[in-house]
């Protein structure tokens, strides 16, 4: 029997043992409330579930060795993260099929596009590449990697066709430093101050008169966010894994207390975690190069298109529109089969017919 396979059998039957084991440790003095018709309701199995994490001993423990385990023999992760070369993780959303057909989310932007221009208010898409893509060689698969730099180019191949508005970041970030951290979905603050860069390079945002000085703020380990789908935190530097330096930033505005009266037209940015967690810094980098205010209402946790349907329904931006919207947009969002679907059917399907209403 091949050793790899071996260790696929054995690594869960360890782990099954061990939680018998621990289950009966736990199970010994303990109660499980048993509510009327719990075999039916599902309360017997929900008390198990309750008592499992509470008292089996080291559970926290165990998933982590054996997860580690399961890296270093094997180079496998759990679902959600694919291991790459020399210590990468990428996610798996980034290694899904792309959509047979990018039409339905160009009517979508489009939807979104009227509807601000409707406010006076225009539109700046930002195509955020895949970190698959940008990293390829510590890819998992260049075939792979290959799959998302096609499509970053024919979305914007498409983006442009329709008349969208877009920011090509991928060459500002496909250089050092490295613009994501090896062990977490997101980009660094060198590469959100990258991109930023790039926006303001780009010539469609007319760059302001505000002056910002950037003051470092201490140093401090980064252990990413793909970690979890490997092992836990306290075990991941034992194989390889280790926290990354994170070096955040903070703004300071000078030479004006009116920061408004300073800039000739406010700016929005929409977008996700990549937008939304000051780690990064993204919205501080743009204001610092592009001299002007931008307000920051994106979102973690939601993808790029429900934080924009809710600007669009926001009173803010019906009694104080800005003269410009920034949407950042992570590229592997296209594969997500849910980008068009719920939380906001309405709102949705009023963007699938692609007619504007106001």
Do not use: C
């Amino acid at each position: 029997m091949p050793l790899p396979f071996a260790i696929r059998l054995i690594l869960p039957a360890l782990f099954f043992g061990y939680a018998v084991l621990g289950g009966l440790h736990a199970l010994h003095g303990s109660q499980i409330p048993l509510p009327d018709k719990a075999l039916l309701s599902g309360g017997l199995t929900a008390g198990f579930e309750r008592l499992y994490k509470r008292d089996l001993p080291h559970h926290s423990l165990a998933f982590g060795l054996i997860g580690a385990t399961r890296y270093t023999l094997l180079n496998e992760a759990q679902a959600g993260a694919i291991p790459g070369r020399d210590g990468w993780l990428v996610t798996a959303e980034e290694t899904r099929v792309r959509p047979p057909s990018l039409t339905p989310i160009l009517h979508s932007l489009l939807h979104v596009k009227a509807r601000l221009a409707a406010r006076g208010v225009d539109l700046v898409l930002l195509p955020l590449p895949a970190k698959i893509d940008l990293a390829a060689s510590h890819s998992p698969s260049p075939a792979l990697s290959q799959r998302a730099a096609t499509l970053h180019r024919d979305f914007l191949a498409a983006l442009a066709a329709a008349d969208i508005p877009a920011i090509d970041l991928r060459p500002a970030l496909s250089g050092p430093p490295a613009a994501f951290f090896k062990t977490d979905t997101h980009w660094t603050p060198e590469g959100a101050t990258l991109a930023a860069r790039a926006v303001a390079a780009s010539g469609l945002i007319p760059g302001g008169e505000v002056r910002f000085t950037t003051l470092p703020l201490p140093s401090r380990g980064h252990s990413g966010d793909l970690i979890a789908f490997v092992t836990t935190p306290a075990l991941a530097p034992a194989i390889g894994l280790p926290p990354e330096p994170l070096t955040a930033t903070r703004l300071d505005m000078l030479g004006t207390s009116d920061i408004f009266a300073a800039s000739a037209t406010n700016i929005v940015l929409i977008g996700t975690s990549y937008s939304a967690n000051p780690d990064w810094g993204f919205a501080d980098a743009l204001m610092l190069s592009l001299g002007r205010d931008v307000l920051n209402l994106a979102e973690p946790g939601l993808g790029p298109m429900l934080p924009m349907l809710r600007y669009l329904d926001s009173d803010a931006l019906a009694t104080d529109p800005p003269g410009m919207v920034i949407w950042e947009f992570p590229v592997r969002a296209l594969t997500d089969p849910a980008l068009l679907t719920s939380p906001t059917p309405d709102l949705v399907a009023q963007t699938n017919a692609g007619g504007p209403h106001g």
